[in-house]
């Protein structure tokens, strides 16, 4: 389990301190609430989206109070004594229920569903979407890089362009769920038990004045060796040094190849490939880095480079293309002053904003003999697909169009992380998620995972939900 001895209770928006602060003046902090995170738009144009940021969650929930030091700067910057003796009791009892990590989404699913009180419910909204945005969005761009690589090797270089610490090793594992095979940041490598693995730098060239001293001075301090052969040239100097230090050396270094992090990889790479596979080392792997994304590998792969190691940075860790993931976090359900749930929605001129109240199960709907991904239901909690023997799959927004399907397995994707407060099961190690994002994208269909215009899959709502969306809508409007 990832462990993390950073207290981030006020790592929130003031608004949910001062929300909070009005439902305990006003007596309602006791009562029910459900909220669900989900985003409304596929990032990338992609075909789906790879949930990731749960074990952040976890490890921010298990920290979730309120400190000396929180307080004494809630006192300083205005709250009254009366609320920070209530802060300082506060103790998150809710229950969450999120989608697995590492699962494949789309949107308008709800990934993440609290319920509790209202005050634990509103708390937690900023860093979750904190976390979930942004993890979710690495991963995905991750897998989208994964496509197009293959079963070739993905390195994930990001950290020094990343947006600050937490973003590089939080993007670190969020890569390394999607398919990447290794980090070159340490601490994460540390932080996650994900592998570490990395080159050298043109300093260390330049430090000692040429490839081949370089080189040479590697291999008497490391066993394995990857020789970054760009820094003066790459044809007639950095290839020949590494082949002649492999050669001499080859008692006492692991030659595993070179990089080449500059010029047109396509054409270089396959100058070096020859210059290698000539000198006998048809085993050593050709690295390439320098500004890589999906479309950079794509193109080079169709050019038929000889690139066998992809070190990728700046695009992946900052998604470059695309910065943030729009996830929301809503009230779908509050208690009344009778005690009884109701379902609550978030009206808005813009159809696609308007919410789907109540507390809801995704459902994944799978094909019996192949196990394929025919499209998921959203349902509320009183139904079960799997006692129904069919079900009637529509689209909300053609209401008419609709399929009933009967040969199906019915899988829920919300499932209980905490329960009134505690952890309710041992979250999954980073291998397991990372395994089991692989086989979940395995179980997609092409038409969906490919990267431009994908189709889009289908995600339903019963018809109880539909039902009971419209007629909130119709009361909502009414009473205005
Ligand atoms: N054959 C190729 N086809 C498509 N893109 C390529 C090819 N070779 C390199 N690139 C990409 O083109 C971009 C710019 O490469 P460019 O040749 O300008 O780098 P460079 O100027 O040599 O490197 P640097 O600025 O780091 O010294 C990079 O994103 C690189 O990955
Ligand atoms: O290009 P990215 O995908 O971000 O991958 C990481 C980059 O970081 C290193 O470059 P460095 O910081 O030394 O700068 P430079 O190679 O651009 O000079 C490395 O040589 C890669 O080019
Ligand atoms: O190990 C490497 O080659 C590496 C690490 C970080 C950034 N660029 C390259």
Excluded: C
């Excluded at 001895?5 to 009562?31: F, G, P, S, V």
């Excluded at 362009?161 to 490598?189: L, P």
């Excluded at 009967?406 to 041992?426: C, Q």
């Amino acid at each position: 389990m990832v462990k993390s001895n950073r207290n981030l209770t006020l790592h929130t928006d003031l608004y949910e301190i001062n929300m909070i602060e009005t439902y305990w003046r006003q007596r309602i902090a006791n009562r029910k609430a459900v909220f669900e995170l989900y985003f409304r738009k596929l990032p990338f144009k992609n075909g789906y989206a790879v949930f990731a940021g749960l074990a952040r969650v976890i490890a921010y929930l298990e920290q979730l109070k309120f400190t000396n030091d929180d307080l004494d700067y809630l006192k300083k910057i205005g709250y009254r004594a009366d609320f920070l003796n209530y802060l300082a009791q506060y103790q998150f009892s809710a229950t969450v229920r999120s989608v697995p990590e590492g699962e494949i989404v789309f949107a308008n699913e709800p990934l993440i569903q609290v319920e509790g009180n209202i005050v634990d419910a509103q708390l937690v909204e900023t860093a979750f979407l904190n976390f979930v945005n942004y993890q979710t969005l690495i991963a995905t761009k991750a897998a989208r890089i994964k496509t197009v690589a293959g079963d070739d090797q993905l390195l994930e270089f990001g950290s020094r362009r990343a947006q600050e610490t937490d973003a590089a090793i939080w993007g670190a594992r969020a890569a390394y769920i999607s398919g990447f095979d290794a980090t070159s940041n340490v601490k994460a490598g540390e932080k996650f038990g994900i592998p570490v693995s990395g080159t050298h730098a043109h300093s260390l060239v330049q430090a000692f004045g040429s490839d081949y001293a370089a080189f040479k001075a590697y291999v008497a301090t490391h066993r394995n060796s990857v020789f970054l052969v760009d820094t003066y040239d790459t044809l007639q100097s950095g290839v020949p040094a590494a082949i002649k230090v492999a050669k001499e050396f080859k008692n006492q270094t692991n030659f595993l190849g070179v990089r080449i992090d500059s010029g047109d990889m396509a054409a270089l790479s396959k100058q070096v490939r020859h210059q290698l596979d000539q000198a006998g080392f048809w085993y050593a792997k050709i690295y390439a880095s320098n500004d890589l994304d999906e479309r950079t590998i794509l193109n080079l792969k169709m050019q038929d480079a000889k690139i066998d190691v992809w070190g990728v940075g700046t695009k992946l860790i900052t998604s470059f293309d695309q910065p943030a993931l729009g996830g929301v976090y809503k009230m779908v359900a509050m208690e009344d002053a009778h005690g009884h749930m109701r379902g609550t929605l978030k009206l808005s001129n813009n159809a696609g904003k308007i919410s789907t109240p109540g507390k809801k199960q995704i459902w994944r709907i799978t094909r019996k003999d192949d196990d394929k991904f025919m499209g998921d239901y959203i349902a509320t909690t009183a139904e079960d697909p799997r006692t129904a023997g069919q079900i009637e799959l529509f689209d909300p927004e053609h209401p008419y169009m609709n399929k009933i399907i009967r040969d199906f397995e019915a899988r829920p994707l919300l499932r209980e992380v905490f329960h009134h407060g505690k952890l309710a099961d041992a979250p999954l190690s980073v291998e397991k998620i990372r395994r089991y994002a692989a086989t979940e994208l395995h179980r997609l269909w092409p038409e969906y995972k490919r990267q431009l215009n994908p189709q889009e899959y289908p995600v339903h709502l019963s018809r109880e939900l539909y039902q009971q969306k419209i007629a909130l809508i119709k009361r909502i409007r009414k009473a205005l």
